[in-house]
Structures are given as structure tokens and as C-alpha cells.
């Protein structure tokens, strides 16, 4: 039967209600504390650093987010683990924990339709973690501006805004895949793990595996190892395949943004190509990484679009 | 013939005994002999002079001679001196000779004119006398020459110009000569040794001598091509020489490049060509002429001129040639640095720009695009599977 009317009303009743209660949960709580705490530990650490041992640098700002040199534990790497936790967690139960709790039957007799049932839940998801973030990166900048005493030129102000929103992005990913999970499993606990089995994979597993693959599927020439260098189509395949997790194209568009010497992937190359290690300006930056970016947005939609398919074909049962 | 060669014999005869005879003409000399090599001389007054004297003994047993000098005008110091000693007699032994001085310490108010001295030894059998005439005259003045062996020579305005002097000092004293050079303003000049670099103000003059020293003459780098005169001044005491050494500067193009209003960097698109102005300054003093311009930059890198070749730029003038520069497809997004070069012959110039390399944008648009296709499967999504 088709539907007659906006497929958007009741999306402001359903966004509401569920924000509120992302907001108020405990589970929201703990993540949210969880967060904030690492993030102020490692910013933390990576202030004293800064204060200790860089001289004079134009690009201050953004070292407290990627401090120089090879840090373990930076604010971007716990961002990239605690962000699919905290989308996975919100939106593991996102449709079959209405059905558990039979209430799934009584919202859609209300004068709301599935669409903006998906919707309303994906985008009050999307909007708590978004929430998180900000608060999150206003407390690292002022935290900066006290431990730093230095003020943000205007292009580490837009690139700590783009990282911000490639950020968003990446918790939309998380989120949508959530949510299709707990479109397509009954049970809340099997959507989870298989979320969180997902992410393990593709956040530890694959990055070794599309090594591993790349090599199978173009052989790396002899002749460059020798030369202690990467052959050129391996490399390709390699970077190609790893591509497929999140986490990676997450980190290259982050490192094209936040390092602004573009240390990034395409460095040894670049040094082949004889490019003289200046820093990019903020447009190239983007355009760097504008395809990741363009993944994660577009992989986001798309997921959310299966389960949105899913979803409108199931049969809701009181 | 026969003529001839009773006359040849007749010339070695006579030939023939005339050398024994001058050889026993030598050792014939017999008796004692009190010599000197110039017994007539000129002496200025307030000033000591020594003269050398020398007892000469041929084939005679020696004999003590007593020293005595006759004709000494009042206040004159007359002195025979021996081995460097005041001598009152001496002794020669046979076939030898005794070397003697006679210093004559003139008072400087002693009148002018010739005064006669005798010196005359006393022995027991011989007695022997030798006048001296002694002049007292105000000195000769003093004189010097000044003689450059390569008055004129060329080079350009980045050469050294090294002039090889020759000072005489034609005077009857050893001089301290002063060297001074007046060049054009800038041109820095010194003088050295002939063969060393210790640099001069002066040098000692030995009377009759002559000595060689070298002037160098560094012109400005700037200097037009011109023929510059340099004169050089030799001066001692109340005498001076003077003489001209010139330099023929020739005229050296200099060429110089740099972006147009000294732009040094430029943007390019990857794939792209670019246009690039660049202007060749010829900053020398001679037409830069046949210019070739070239370029090096990293691999795959396509850089061409337009023109490619420059026939003359006159010397202070400057012209404009556009560089078409390619980068490669590939290229990633960053700061490269290709190097032009200007040559005219034996002249060069290169400057290093700086090309930032963007990505083209189209790739941006093309991911909107992606992300209009996700949007629109969402839309059709929607529009296909809502329901009630």
C-alpha cells in the first residue's frame, strides 16, 4: 500500500524522544565519561609535550590533536577507537529493541511512518554523538588556549572544523551500520556483537589482511625491494584494499587535514615526484582528502539506505 | 796562392811568440806598489768616506812600510785603516798584497773645491807616494726611473690587472722610494713584491740598482668598458718618476632572471600547462647575445619557452619569455621548485621558482556527485518502499 502524505511526519516527535533519552541514559553517561576523560588524559600529555619541546611552529594548534613525532596515544587515535563504540552503542538496538520491548507495533499506530521512525532514531543518534564531539573539541581548544596560551590561527580554525565534521562522518558510518544490524538481527545482543565483531575486524584485522592481499594479487617487483621501496601497483593495491575500512579512510583524511605538511600517505611518493616539503594550504588539504571524505558520507547514506529497505519490507507484529 | 800561404806563415810567426811574451810581460813586473782603483774622487762634506788602498808587492822580500798621509786640511780626520783597525804600518809579503782603507771624515763647513792628499809609505829601501785627489762637491742629485714593462692591458671588469714596474735608482745613494698609484675612484690598487703577495708602501733603492715590483689594479665588477688610465708615482727624497699603465676593460654581459615584477613563484594545475612570465635582465656592460633558455625540474615535469631562444638583449635592457610549464597528471598537490636558466655565451643565470601544484578540481565535483547518487538512491528508496 502506498503511502500518502510527507514520509517526514512525526520525524520532530520521534528525534526529540529519542535524543532525550540517548541524553539522559546511563549507557550515553558512561560513554560520554569515558570519552572525555581519555581525551583530556591525552591532550593533556600532549600539551606538556608541545610545552616542552616545540620551538616555534605555525601549526601549534593542531599538534595538541596530532602531537609530532610518533605518539602512541593521541587524541585522533582514541577518537578513532572510542567513536565506532560510542555509534555502535547507541544504535545497536535501535529497531529490534522496540520490538523486545513491544512497543513497535503501538509507535507505528501513532501517525507516524517507518521512514521517520528510521530516521528520526538514526538522526537523534547522529545528533548525541555530534553533541559529544563538540562539547569534546570546544573542551580540547580551551584546554589548549589555557596550556598554550596561544590562540588558533584561522586556517587551524577550519581545519580543527572539517576534522570536527570528517569526524561526524565517521560516527555516521558506525551509526548507520548499527542500526541496519539491528534492522536485520531480532536480538539486540546479536546486533551488538556483530557490530562490534565488524569493527574488530575491519579496525585490527584488515589492515594486516589487505597487506597481505595486495601482495597476493600484485607481487611486489623484485627490483624495488631491493631498492628498499614499495612497488608501485602492490602499494596501490594495498592502499586500495584498505580503503574499505572506515578506520583507514577516516585516518588519511584526518592526517591530510590536521598535518598540514602533509605527511600523509602520499609522501614517499611525493618525495619521488621531487615536491619540496612545504606545508599545504587548507584548500589542497581538502581536495587531499576529499575522496575519504566523500567515502565516509556516501557509505554512510548507503548503509542507512539498505537498512531503510530492510526495515520497510519486515512485518511489525504486535 | 802561394802568395797566400807564405803570408799566412808569416802571421802565425809572428802570432806565435807574441803570446809567451805578454804572459812574461805580466810576471815582469818587479818592485812595491801602493794602488788604488780611483784615485781621484768626490766626496760631499759632513760625510765619511773610505777609500780603498792596496800595498802590492811583486817579486820583492817583504818589507815594513810606516803609513803616513800628507796634505790634510785643517779639521779634515784622515785615517788609514788596516783590517779595520787604525794602522800605522804595514807589511806585504812577496807576491802579495795588503788591503788597506783610507777613511777621510769631512767636516760639513769644509770649503769646496780639490784637496790633495798624499799617502805615502816608508820602507827601508822604498818609499812609495800615492796622491789622492779628493773633490768636495754638494751631492748629485738624487734620480729615479720608473719603467712599466706592459704599460696597457686587457681583461674584463672581473680580471686582475698586474703591471710589472721597474724602479731605478740612477743616483749615487741607496734610496727609499715611496710608491703611490691614482686609479680611477673604486678601482682598488696595491702594490707587492715581484714575486710574493706582502703588499708595499715603499722599498729600499740601492744607488745604481734597479728593482721590480708589481702593481695590481682590481676594477670595480660594475665598470663599463672603457680604456682607465692608472699613474703610477714613484718619489724618494727630492726626486720622482712618474708613469701611465692603463686598462682596456672589455664589456662582459651579465644576464640575471626573475618572475615579472620579481615574482618568484607561481601556481599550476597538475596536467595543465601553465604560463609562466619570466624576464632576462641583461645587467652587464656588453649585449647578452643568442640567450638559451633551459629549465630542470623533476621527472615528468614538461617545461618549454616561448621563444626559446633570445637573439640580443642590450646591456641595462630586459626582456619577457613566457615559460609553459606542464606538470604531470599525477602530480601530487605541494610546492615544487624548477629551475630556469638563461645562457649566452660564457654567461649564465638560473633562478628557482617556486610551483604549487594544485589538483584540479573537477575530482571534487565529481565526489558531490557520488554523494547526489547516494542521496538520490535514498530519495528513490523512499519513494519506492514507504508505506502506511
Redesign the interface.
Given at each position: 500500500m502506498q503511502r500518502e502524505g510527507s514520509p517526514w511526519r512525526g520525524l520532530s516527535v520521534v528525534y526529540f524522544r529519542e535524543l532525550f533519552d540517548h541524553l539522559t541514559s546511563v549507557r550515553m553517561l558512561v560513554l560520554q565519561f569515558l570519552v572525555v576523560l581519555l581525551g583530556g588524559a591525552v591532550v593533556y600529555f600532549a600539551a606538556e609535550q608541545i610545552r616542552n619541546t616545540t620551538a616555534e611552529d605555525p601549526f601549534l594548534f593542531l599538534r595538541l590533536f596530532a602531537p609530532p613525532g610518533q605518539s602512541l596515544l593521541s587524541f585522533v587515535l582514541v577518537l578513532s577507537i572510542l567513536v565506532p563504540i560510542l555509534a555502535i552503542g547507541l544504535g545497536f538496538d535501535a529497531i529490534n529493541g522496540e520490538y523486545n520491548r513491544r512497543t513497535m507495533s503501538r509507535i507505528l499506530a501513532q501517525p507516524i511512518y517507518r521512514d521517520a521512525l528510521l530516521f528520526g532514531k538514526f538522526l537523534a543518534g547522529l545528533s548525541t554523538i555530534a553533541i559529544a564531539l563538540v562539547t569534546l573539541w570546544l573542551l580540547v581548544i580551551g584546554f589548549g588556549l589555557l596550556r598554550l596560551g596561544v590562540p588558533p590561527s584561522g586556517e587551524e580554525i577550519g581545519r580543527l572544523f572539517i576534522f570536527l565534521l570528517v569526524t561526524i562522518a565517521y560516527a555516521g558510518i558506525w551509526l548507520a551500520l548499527a542500526v541496519t544490524f539491528s534492522v536485520f538481527f531480532r536480538s539486540t545482543a546479536t546486533a551488538a556483537l556483530v557490530a562490534l565483531g565488524l569493527w574488530l575486524f575491519l579496525a585490527l584485522l584488515w589492515p594486516a589482511l589487505a597487506q597481505m592481499l595486495g601482495e597476493v594479487i600484485s607481487p611486489s617487483d623484485i627490483r624495488f625491494a631491493q631498492l628498499g621501496l614499495p612497488t608501485p601497483d602492490t602499494l596501490a593495491w594495498q592502499q586500495g584494499l584498505s580503503r574499505v575500512s572506515p578506520g583507514t579512510l577516516y585516518g588519511e583524511a584526518v592526517v591530510a587535514m590536521l598535518n598540514p605538511d602533509a605527511q600523509s600517505m602520499t609522501t614517499l611518493l611525493a618525495q619521488f615526484q621531487g615536491r619540496i616539503g612545504a606545508p599545504l594550504p587548507l584548500d589542497q588539504s581538502i581536495m587531499q582528502a576529499w575522496p575519504q571524505m566523500v567515502s565516509l558520507i556516501a557509505g554512510t547514506i548507503l548503509l542507512y539506505v539498505i537498512g531503510y529497505v530492510a526495515f520497510q519490507r519486515q512485518e511489525v507484529r504486535a | 796562392m802561394r802568395l797566400f800561404a807564405a803570408l799566412l806563415s808569416l802571421v802565425l810567426l809572428a802570432a806565435m811568440p807574441a803570446v809567451p811574451a805578454g804572459a812574461q810581460d805580466n810576471s815582469g813586473v818587479k818592485g812595491l806598489f801602493l794602488l788604488t782603483d780611483y784615485p781621484a774622487v768626490t766626496v760631499r762634506p759632513g760625510t765619511t768616506t773610505t777609500i780603498n788602498l792596496r800595498l802590492r808587492n811583486y817579486a820583492l822580500p817583504p818589507e815594513r812600510f810606516t803609513l803616513t798621509v800628507g796634505g790634510v786640511p785643517q779639521g779634515w780626520t784622515v785615517t788609514v785603516l788596516g783590517g779595520g783597525q787604525p794602522a800605522g804600518a804595514a807589511m806585504v809579503a812577496t807576491n802579495d798584497s795588503t788591503t788597506l782603507q783610507l777613511r777621510l771624515d769631512v767636516p760639513a763647513n769644509a770649503a769646496m773645491g780639490t784637496q790633495n792628499l798624499t799617502v805615502s809609505a816608508k820602507g827601508q829601501s822604498t818609499e812609495l807616494s800615492l796622491p789622492v785627489a779628493v773633490t768636495l762637491a754638494k751631492d748629485l742629485p738624487a734620480k729615479l726611473a720608473l719603467e712599466p714593462e706592459l704599460p696597457s692591458l686587457r681583461g674584463t671588469a672581473k680580471s686582475n690587472f698586474e703591471y710589472q714596474l721597474k724602479i731605478k735608482n740612477d743616483s749615487g745613494r741607496n734610496l727609499v722610494v715611496a710608491l703611490a698609484a691614482q686609479a680611477p675612484q673604486n678601482f682598488e690598487t696595491s702594490f707587492t713584491e715581484q714575486y710574493g703577495s706582502q703588499e708595499l708602501s715603499s722599498l729600499p733603492v740601492e744607488a745604481g740598482q734597479s728593482k721590480t715590483v708589481k702593481l695590481k689594479v682590481r676594477p670595480p665588477s660594475t665598470i663599463g668598458a672603457s680604456r682607465y688610465p692608472v699613474s703610477v708615482k714613484a718619489s724618494a727624497e727630492d726626486a720622482s718618476a712618474d708613469a701611465t699603465v692603463a686598462l682596456e676593460i672589455s664589456g662582459q654581459p651579465r644576464l640575471s632572471m626573475a618572475g615579472r615584477d620579481g615574482v618568484l613563484s607561481a601556481r599550476a594545475e597538475a596536467g595543465k600547462e601553465a604560463s609562466i612570465p619570466i624576464v632576462v635582465t641583461n645587467t652587464g656592460t656588453a649585449a647578452a647575445d643568442e640567450i638559451e633558455l633551459t629549465s630542470s625540474?623533476?621527472?615528468?615535469w614538461k617545461i618549454s619557452f616561448e621563444p626559446k631562444t633570445i637573439d640580443r638583449i642590450a646591456p641595462g635592457a630586459n626582456k619577457e619569455v613566457q615559460a609553459l610549464v606542464t606538470p604531470?597528471d599525477k602530480?601530487?598537490?605541494?610546492?615544487?621548485?624548477p629551475t630556469f636558466n638563461a645562457a649566452a655565451r660564457g654567461e649564465t643565470a638560473s633562478t628557482q621558482f617556486?610551483v604549487?601544484?594544485?589538483?584540479s578540481?573537477v575530482?571534487?565535483a565529481i565526489?558531490?556527485g557520488?554523494?547526489a547518487?547516494?542521496?538520490l538512491?535514498?530519495v528513490g528508496?523512499?519513494a519506492r518502499?514507504?508505506?502506511?
Amino acid at each position: 500500500m502506498q503511502r500518502e502524505g510527507s514520509p517526514w511526519r512525526g520525524l520532530s516527535v520521534v528525534y526529540f524522544r529519542e535524543l532525550f533519552d540517548h541524553l539522559t541514559s546511563v549507557r550515553m553517561l558512561v560513554l560520554q565519561f569515558l570519552v572525555v576523560l581519555l581525551g583530556g588524559a591525552v591532550v593533556y600529555f600532549a600539551a606538556e609535550q608541545i610545552r616542552n619541546t616545540t620551538a616555534e611552529d605555525p601549526f601549534l594548534f593542531l599538534r595538541l590533536f596530532a602531537p609530532p613525532g610518533q605518539s602512541l596515544l593521541s587524541f585522533v587515535l582514541v577518537l578513532s577507537i572510542l567513536v565506532p563504540i560510542l555509534a555502535i552503542g547507541l544504535g545497536f538496538d535501535a529497531i529490534n529493541g522496540e520490538y523486545n520491548r513491544r512497543t513497535m507495533s503501538r509507535i507505528l499506530a501513532q501517525p507516524i511512518y517507518r521512514d521517520a521512525l528510521l530516521f528520526g532514531k538514526f538522526l537523534a543518534g547522529l545528533s548525541t554523538i555530534a553533541i559529544a564531539l563538540v562539547t569534546l573539541w570546544l573542551l580540547v581548544i580551551g584546554f589548549g588556549l589555557l596550556r598554550l596560551g596561544v590562540p588558533p590561527s584561522g586556517e587551524e580554525i577550519g581545519r580543527l572544523f572539517i576534522f570536527l565534521l570528517v569526524t561526524i562522518a565517521y560516527a555516521g558510518i558506525w551509526l548507520a551500520l548499527a542500526v541496519t544490524f539491528s534492522v536485520f538481527f531480532r536480538s539486540t545482543a546479536t546486533a551488538a556483537l556483530v557490530a562490534l565483531g565488524l569493527w574488530l575486524f575491519l579496525a585490527l584485522l584488515w589492515p594486516a589482511l589487505a597487506q597481505m592481499l595486495g601482495e597476493v594479487i600484485s607481487p611486489s617487483d623484485i627490483r624495488f625491494a631491493q631498492l628498499g621501496l614499495p612497488t608501485p601497483d602492490t602499494l596501490a593495491w594495498q592502499q586500495g584494499l584498505s580503503r574499505v575500512s572506515p578506520g583507514t579512510l577516516y585516518g588519511e583524511a584526518v592526517v591530510a587535514m590536521l598535518n598540514p605538511d602533509a605527511q600523509s600517505m602520499t609522501t614517499l611518493l611525493a618525495q619521488f615526484q621531487g615536491r619540496i616539503g612545504a606545508p599545504l594550504p587548507l584548500d589542497q588539504s581538502i581536495m587531499q582528502a576529499w575522496p575519504q571524505m566523500v567515502s565516509l558520507i556516501a557509505g554512510t547514506i548507503l548503509l542507512y539506505v539498505i537498512g531503510y529497505v530492510a526495515f520497510q519490507r519486515q512485518e511489525v507484529r504486535a | 796562392m802561394r802568395l797566400f800561404a807564405a803570408l799566412l806563415s808569416l802571421v802565425l810567426l809572428a802570432a806565435m811568440p807574441a803570446v809567451p811574451a805578454g804572459a812574461q810581460d805580466n810576471s815582469g813586473v818587479k818592485g812595491l806598489f801602493l794602488l788604488t782603483d780611483y784615485p781621484a774622487v768626490t766626496v760631499r762634506p759632513g760625510t765619511t768616506t773610505t777609500i780603498n788602498l792596496r800595498l802590492r808587492n811583486y817579486a820583492l822580500p817583504p818589507e815594513r812600510f810606516t803609513l803616513t798621509v800628507g796634505g790634510v786640511p785643517q779639521g779634515w780626520t784622515v785615517t788609514v785603516l788596516g783590517g779595520g783597525q787604525p794602522a800605522g804600518a804595514a807589511m806585504v809579503a812577496t807576491n802579495d798584497s795588503t788591503t788597506l782603507q783610507l777613511r777621510l771624515d769631512v767636516p760639513a763647513n769644509a770649503a769646496m773645491g780639490t784637496q790633495n792628499l798624499t799617502v805615502s809609505a816608508k820602507g827601508q829601501s822604498t818609499e812609495l807616494s800615492l796622491p789622492v785627489a779628493v773633490t768636495l762637491a754638494k751631492d748629485l742629485p738624487a734620480k729615479l726611473a720608473l719603467e712599466p714593462e706592459l704599460p696597457s692591458l686587457r681583461g674584463t671588469a672581473k680580471s686582475n690587472f698586474e703591471y710589472q714596474l721597474k724602479i731605478k735608482n740612477d743616483s749615487g745613494r741607496n734610496l727609499v722610494v715611496a710608491l703611490a698609484a691614482q686609479a680611477p675612484q673604486n678601482f682598488e690598487t696595491s702594490f707587492t713584491e715581484q714575486y710574493g703577495s706582502q703588499e708595499l708602501s715603499s722599498l729600499p733603492v740601492e744607488a745604481g740598482q734597479s728593482k721590480t715590483v708589481k702593481l695590481k689594479v682590481r676594477p670595480p665588477s660594475t665598470i663599463g668598458a672603457s680604456r682607465y688610465p692608472v699613474s703610477v708615482k714613484a718619489s724618494a727624497e727630492d726626486a720622482s718618476a712618474d708613469a701611465t699603465v692603463a686598462l682596456e676593460i672589455s664589456g662582459q654581459p651579465r644576464l640575471s632572471m626573475a618572475g615579472r615584477d620579481g615574482v618568484l613563484s607561481a601556481r599550476a594545475e597538475a596536467g595543465k600547462e601553465a604560463s609562466i612570465p619570466i624576464v632576462v635582465t641583461n645587467t652587464g656592460t656588453a649585449a647578452a647575445d643568442e640567450i638559451e633558455l633551459t629549465s630542470s625540474a623533476p621527472s615528468g615535469w614538461k617545461i618549454s619557452f616561448e621563444p626559446k631562444t633570445i637573439d640580443r638583449i642590450a646591456p641595462g635592457a630586459n626582456k619577457e619569455v613566457q615559460a609553459l610549464v606542464t606538470p604531470p597528471d599525477k602530480a601530487i598537490a605541494g610546492d615544487y621548485a624548477p629551475t630556469f636558466n638563461a645562457a649566452a655565451r660564457g654567461e649564465t643565470a638560473s633562478t628557482q621558482f617556486r610551483v604549487a601544484v594544485g589538483v584540479s578540481t573537477v575530482w571534487g565535483a565529481i565526489g558531490i556527485g557520488i554523494i547526489a547518487i547516494a542521496l538520490l538512491i535514498m530519495v528513490g528508496a523512499v519513494a519506492r518502499f514507504g508505506r502506511r
